[in-house]
């Protein structure tokens, strides 16, 4: 699978996501963030760091960076599009996701391992876990705090499009499990077709045993193992 690993000024983990496609199989390439061609991506993966400093609010400036428009647009055609950490901020803004990162509850920067519930495997992300397995990966970020309106989050619980969740070890949903307020433990979501997803922890960062984890790797064989629509490649290209 050929797969976009967009980077703006700022991105931090352009080169983990690389790392990360390389290991499940995948062939990766960097695009900057001023073109305007996905160069027939399969995937499309919106990495995580400080994409234009985080002015204004992260994700705020990048959503209008020229590559955006070819991002979403194959968003909308079905193409597969990841956003981790300031991906995830960078997809709310643009559209492709609900609700909004808000600063932490602690009003600190976290950075550290947080457990995480896979909640669905049923998406193109998470098809090499089991439902119910308990994950341990990283998380960094200053606004990581989920929020949606109440119709927004019955809707999410409804249409089960909550992927993971904050937990604790045991896989227990507690307040202490939960490393920055987000509304019903909220770690990552996808959108009602299930080709984007937008998560907080990092998986790009539990790839290897050296990294102290490699619960993040079954997520790319996921994605670099699902069987995507042969005009993937050529909506890319056109958008």
């Known amino acids: 699978m050929n797969v976009a690993v967009v980077t703006f000024p700022g991105s931090n983990c352009d080169q983990d996501c690389h790392r990360s496609v390389e290991l499940a199989g995948g062939s990766p ?13 399969e995937a499309v993966i919106v990495p995580g760091g400080f994409a234009h400093g985080d002015y204004l609010r992260p994700g705020a400036i990048a959503r209008f960076s020229p590559i955006m428009d070819a991002v979403i647009g194959f968003a909308r055609e079905g193409g597969l599009v990841v956003g981790i950490c300031n991906g995830f901020q960078v997809l709310c803004e643009a559209g492709l996701l609900p609700g909004a990162l808000l600063r932490n509850r602690s009003l ?11 909640e669905r495997t049923g998406t193109p992300y998470t098809g090499e876990y ?16 989920y929020y949606a309106d109440a119709d927004t989050l019955a809707e999410l619980e409804a249409e ?33 077709r299930r080709n984007v997803i937008g998560m907080m922890p990092h998986p790009d960062r539990a790839i290897e045993e050296v ?23 050529a909506r890319s290209e056109v958008a």
Not at 108 to 118: A, T
């Open 29 to 41: 390439r960097y695009v900057w963030h001023r073109e305007r061609s996905l160069g027939g991506a």
């Open 108 to 118: 600190r920067f976290q950075s550290h391992d947080c457990w995480l519930r896979v």
């Open 130 to 145: 089991r439902e119910g397995q308990v994950i341990r990966m990283p998380l960094s970020h200053a606004d990581g705090n």
């Open 160 to 192: 089960e499009r909550i992927v993971f969740r904050y937990c604790d070890a045991r896989g227990d949903v507690t307040p202490e499990s939960n490393p920055n307020g987000s509304l019903n433990h909220i770690a990552g979501i996808v959108n009602r």
């Open 211 to 233: 990294l102290g984890s490699v619960d993040g790797l079954p997520f790319f064989e996921s994605l670099v193992g699902t069987e995507v629509a042969a005009t993937a490649a």
